[in-house]
């Protein structure tokens, strides 16, 4: 155990093979090489709180005070140190460097902003353009200044002044080297992971309050985009749900429909079409009366979106459950509540396919029908997958996340093939790192991190992206 994160250490077992000269999902294709497009960005991901550490550097947020409550994050993790990112990101710029990444999406910490922090973020930046990387600038990555949820959090309207306010600061700072912005993270987490299950921070239980939250980021966005430089290639990282029905009865095709709404549509309704669905407010009606949108929310929200950022690890299963569902997974963690308001009557199965190490089924199809669905939705706009990826042992050979990788790139490229307006594609993620309530017992990286030193070894999939980036080739 490493006494400052609490982390599991030592060397793994297992040594970095040579590039794999072909995974088993490309014998399985005959060798049949896929070309990406000239120009499309091969990234990886990161976020603030994951990897930064230097805590004592800023002021708290909700995800340090949700570390400290008992019971929420396993073994009591928490990002004090997470990987020491804040310390050692010359380091990890170079790193990148080495593996050929064209671009580095990373969050910004809004508390370490509050606390006259951006300087480093500054520097960060300069360092990878230095290095030819460009960046792409998220927001807000969960990390809600604890000072903002004592005062309400995102169910309160003023959140969303507030994080347009710092969205100026950071555009002050970093808008004349900065293209891409991606405001917010996710934001169906932060609502309803954050407000409703509780299984994230603030770890609150409120489904109406879910709801307001929803609408605040949606806000927030809206405003914050309006604030960027006009120079902003301004985006937005949803995790839109490939739901699908059990069955193909009226009843599951419905619970498809009601799930569509709280998981996808209650974002892309106002943010690609300036309005929230009908449906969606007849479904929580007894929850709320929607009054918290004030007139003009809708159109403010509905901002020039310069790309659509595309997050997506696992398809979620569907079906009516008219006796309120019993027990349950809903692909997020056991919970004894639900993250989906007003929806108790619906059930959620496993997925079929393989599992990674989170328990979430392996399912490629998922990806390539949420790029065609938004392609179609809004032609034109361009999209990128701004996450995507896999936990597995620390082993540094882990040819089943080359698998994983090289499925999901293999959907991409069938989208593309398609029509999609696919540019790029960033791997979640660079590094092992903090995931969220589960601590630092799973990991993503596809460079380990040795906890207690905090030695980065690529492992064998880095090299296997580093030559991807490098070839375009799949
Ligand atoms: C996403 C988050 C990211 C990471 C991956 C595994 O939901 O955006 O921070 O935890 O899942």
């Known amino acids: 155990m490493d006494t400052a994160t609490g982390a599991p250490t030592g060397t793994p077992p297992g040594t970095p093979t040579e590039t794999p000269a072909a995974s088993p999902a490309q014998e399985e294709r005959q060798k049949e090489p896929l070309r990406f497009p000239a120009g499309f960005v091969w990234g990886a991901a990161t976020a603030a709180f994951q990897i930064e550490g230097a805590a004592e550097l800023r002021g708290p947020s909700i995800w340090d005070t949700f570390c400290r409550t008992p019971g929420k994050v396993h073994g009591g993790d928490t990002g004090d140190v997470a990987v020491d990112h804040h310390r050692l990101w010359r380091d990890d710029v170079a790193l990148m460097d080495r593996l050929g990444l064209g671009a580095y999406r990373f969050s910004v910490s809004w508390p370490r902003v509050l606390a006259g922090g951006i300087g480093f973020y500054d520097a960060l930046v300069d360092e990878l353009l230095a290095h030819g990387i460009q960046p792409c600038l998220t927001l807000y990555h969960w990390d809600l200044p604890q000072e903002l949820e004592d005062a309400g959090g995102w169910p309160e309207r ?24 991606t405001t917010l993270n996710e934001p169906w987490c932060s609502a309803f992971l954050g407000y409703a299950s509780g299984v994230h921070a603030p770890g609150r239980t409120s489904p109406a309050d879910s709801l307001r939250a929803a609408h605040h980021l949606n806000l927030a966005h809206g405003l914050a985009a309006a604030a960027l430089p006009s120079s902003a290639r301004v985006g937005i990282a949803l995790n839109p749900s490939a739901v699908r029905p059990l069955t193909g009865s009226a009843e599951d095709l419905d619970a498809q429909r009601r799930i569509d709404a709280l998981a996808n549509r209650i974002f892309t309704g106002p943010l690609l079409h300036g309005a929230y669905p009908e449906d969606l407010k007849a479904d929580t009606a007894r929850l709320t009366d929607w009054s918290f949108v004030r007139p003009g929310d809708e159109a403010l929200i509905h901002q020039p979106l310069g790309f659509l950022g595309v997050n997506y690890y696992t398809p979620a299963v569907v079906s009516a459950a008219p006796d309120g569902g019993g027990p349950r997974s809903d692909g997020h963690g056991a919970t004894a509540y639900s993250p989906w308001p007003g929806a108790q009557d619906v059930a959620f199965h496993q997925p079929p396919g393989e599992l990674t190490d989170m328990n979430w089924s392996i399912d490629p199809t998922g990806l390539y029908d949420l790029l065609m669905r938004f392609a179609r939705e809004v032609p034109g706009l361009p999209l990128m997958v701004t996450e995507n990826g896999a936990a597995y042992a620390p082993d540094l050979h882990d040819p089943q996340r080359i698998r994983y990788l090289e499925e999901h790139l293999t959907a991409v490229h069938r989208a ?28 993503f990286g596809i460079v380990h991190v040795d906890y207690a030193t905090q030695a980065r070894t690529p492992r064998a999939s880095a090299h296997w992206y580093a030559r991807l980036a490098r070839t375009g080739t799949l």
């Open 158 to 181: 003023e959140t969303a002044h507030a994080f347009a306010a710092y969205a100026e600061t950071v555009a002050g700072a970093l808008g004349d080297r900065v293209q891409l912005w």
């Open 416 to 443: 593309v093939t398609d029509g999609a307006p696919v540019e790029a594609y960033y791997l979640w993620s660079l590094l092992d790192n903090f995931e969220w309530s589960y601590g630092y017992s799973k990991r």
